[in-house]
C-alpha cells in the first residue's frame, strides 16, 4: 500500500495533545513556546488536553511525561525546551528511555529543514521522537521558530497518518505458510 493510500484511510482524526515545556527560565506567563505549540495545535482542529511547565531536571522530565500519557484522551505529547548541548538540556535522556519504538526521521528530517533555514548551528540540535503505548512523543527546541518549523512542516501534516501505522494490529500468519505483509 503507498503512503497516500494510508494518509486516506487515516483520515483527518481530531486527535488529544499533551504539551510540555521544559525550561529554567519560563513561568506560564513567559513561556512562549507553550503558547505557541497551543496555537498551533489549536488552529490544526486538535484538542489539548493538559499543558504543563518544567525544570529542567530528569526525573520532573520524565514524571510530567508519564503523567501525561497516563491520560487516555492524549495520542500525542509535544514536549519543547532542553534539547540543546548544553549541559541543562537534559530533555533527551530524560525521555527518550520511555520509547518503545524511535521515530528517527523525525529528527533527521528537523534538521535537515533547520539547516536550510540556520545553517549548520542545525546540528545543534537533538530534536527527537518515538512510540510509547501507540502515542507519539515529539522532543523539539524551545525555540519559537523551531517549534514553529517541526509543526507546519512535520508533525500537525502527518500525525494522523503516523498514529493509524502505529496502532494498526500485527498480522500474523500460520506457522509455515507462506505469505507477504505488507
Do not use: C, W, Y
Not at 151 to 177: D, S
Request: proline letters at 6%; hydrophobic letters at 50%.
Amino acid at each position: 500500500m503507498v503512503v497516500g493510500e494510508h494518509r486516506s484511510q487515516a483520515g483527518s482524526p481530531v486527535l488529544g495533545f499533551a504539551l510540555l515545556t521544559v525550561s529554567d527560565s519560563r513561568n506560564e506567563r513567559t513561556d512562549k513556546g507553550g503558547g505557541l505549540l497551543a496555537t498551533l495545535v489549536a488552529g490544526a482542529g486538535h484538542r489539548i488536553v493538559s499543558r504543563g511547565l518544567v525544570r529542567d531536571d530528569i526525573g520532573e522530565i520524565r514524571a510530567e511525561v508519564k503523567a501525561a500519557l497516563a491520560l487516555p484522551a492524549v495520542d500525542a505529547a509535544l514536549v519543547t525546551g532542553g534539547t540543546g548541548l548544553a549541559p541543562r538540556d537534559v530533555t533527551i535522556e530524560a525521555v527518550t528511555p520511555l520509547f518503545e519504538r524511535e521515530i528517527p526521521g523525525f529528527g533527521e528530517l528537523f534538521r535537515m529543514l533547520s539547516f536550510a533555514e540556520i545553517g549548520a548551528a542545525a546540528m545543534l540540535s537533538r530534536a527527537a521522537a518515538g512510540l510509547v503505548s501507540g502515542r507519539a512523543i515529539f522532543l523539539l527546541p524551545g525555540s519559537p521558530a523551531a517549534i514553529e518549523l517541526a509543526l507546519q512542516r512535520l508533525v500537525l501534516p502527518e500525525i494522523g497518518h503516523l498514529l493509524a501505522q502505529a496502532r494498526r494490529p500485527a498480522k500474523r500468519l500460520p506457522m509455515g505458510v507462506p505469505g507477504e505483509l505488507d
